[in-house]
């Protein structure tokens, strides 16, 4: 008698959005050209674009790049790339506790290393038949999330035997996540104090995008005030922005350095600063807020600029993504372990030899 079908493992594929693989000027390039080339990030005609990415920004930016990769480096890498593997790693574990075995848990990204395609690949490899993507962006935009999900159809026409595909497309007010961010505040508070003003910064978007039906904007104030409220703040006590403008078209405003200038100019002495949209710390935050946004308020006439780091592995953080997970693959989950009792039931009834 052939034995019971053995139940498919679930895969689930963590996906950030990239790094170089070094603080140099060739993997800075490269990085540099599988992103920008992307219609989702810059959505400019091809035939205008490309000549301007590989005439002049390929061969201008990347040294200046490298050099602001290397001022963040750690000894074990991109921080990104650090965080995001602890994440994945740490997500296992907390599965592990609960005896789930029949999870396999990746991360990739969606420029450089892992490649999504690769992982997964790995995650067939494993025995996977159902793979759940969870973009660690809390906020969909078509930048992001929707180009994680292009990545994923780019990959389905060299596979034969598709597994079942979900994709977790935003989460801005989820109670774990925005419970993980006002644990992150309120620690910080307890280790330094409050300053007179909270400012989150979110990465920017061109204006346009949203104009052309990107939900991208109102999820980020959606996240704001969901913080707000679990933090118990006024309106006057905190301020949302957007970072990271490049080009000459117009993005989502307030901008954020300009704010902290002008924020310095108005008498306020002390910031805390934090970045929601992220999970894990990278250049982003620790070069352009931690370095050139807290340079820009000192020489205003600020007196204390305060970070407030990202989730990174914070037990919060790692704990919402669980239940992130756990509610996406609920049905999942449910016929596993209906599989497993049908398997045991069927096994007690087998001849043993």
Not at 108 to 130: F, S, V
Not at 258 to 284: H, I, Q, W, Y
Not at 285 to 308: D, P, S, V, W
Not at 309 to 332: F, H
Request: aromatic content about 10%.
């Amino acid at each position: 008698m052939p034995p019971f079908p053995k139940q498919a493992r679930i895969g689930i594929l963590l996906v950030n959005l990239g790094t170089p693989d070094a603080p140099d000027r060739g993997a800075v390039r490269r990085y540099l050209k599988q992103f920008l080339s992307d219609p989702r990030v810059v959505e400019i005609p091809r035939a205008l674009w490309l000549p301007i990415l590989y005439g002049i920004i390929l061969n201008t930016r990347p040294g200046k790049s490298a050099a602001k990769y290397a001022s963040i480096w750690t000894d074990e890498g991109s921080p990104l790339a650090l965080y995001t593997e602890r994440q994945a790693k740490l997500l296992r574990g907390y599965f592990a506790k609960d005896g789930r075995t029949d999870f396999v848990i990746r991360h990739a990204m969606r420029y450089g290393k892992p490649a999504i395609g690769h992982e997964l690949d790995a995650l067939q490899t494993e025995g996977c038949e159902r793979i759940l993507v969870v973009p660690l962006y809390p906020q969909y935009a078509g930048s992001t999330t929707a180009s994680v999900m292009d990545a994923i159809a780019a990959w389905t026409p060299g596979v034969r035997n598709l597994p079942e595909l979900r994709t977790l497309r935003s989460y801005p007010i989820e109670a774990g996540y925005v419970g993980a961010l006002a644990e992150r505040v309120r620690e910080h508070w307890r280790k330094h104090g409050r300053a007179e003003k909270l400012l989150m910064s979110f990465h920017g978007v061109p204006r346009f995008t949203v104009e052309r039906g990107d939900p991208y904007q109102a999820e980020c104030l959606a996240t704001a005030g969901a913080l707000a409220a679990a933090l118990r703040l006024e309106t006057a006590d905190y301020l949302v922005t957007f970072q990271s403008r490049f080009g000459r078209a117009e993005w989502l405003q307030p901008y954020t350095q300009p704010t902290l200038e002008a924020l310095a100019r108005s008498g306020v002495r002390s910031v805390d600063v934090m970045c929601p949209g992220f999970v894990s710390d990278c250049l982003e935050t620790l070069e352009e807020i931690t370095m050139e946004c807290k340079a820009a308020y000192l020489a205003e006439g600020g007196q204390e600029f305060r970070y407030i780091p990202c989730l990174n592995d914070s037990p919060a953080w790692i704990t919402a993504l669980k239940t992130l997970v756990t509610r996406s693959t609920g049905d999942w989950l449910a016929e596993s372990d209906e599989a497993e009792s049908a398997s045991a039931t069927f096994l007690q009834g087998v001849p043993q030899r």
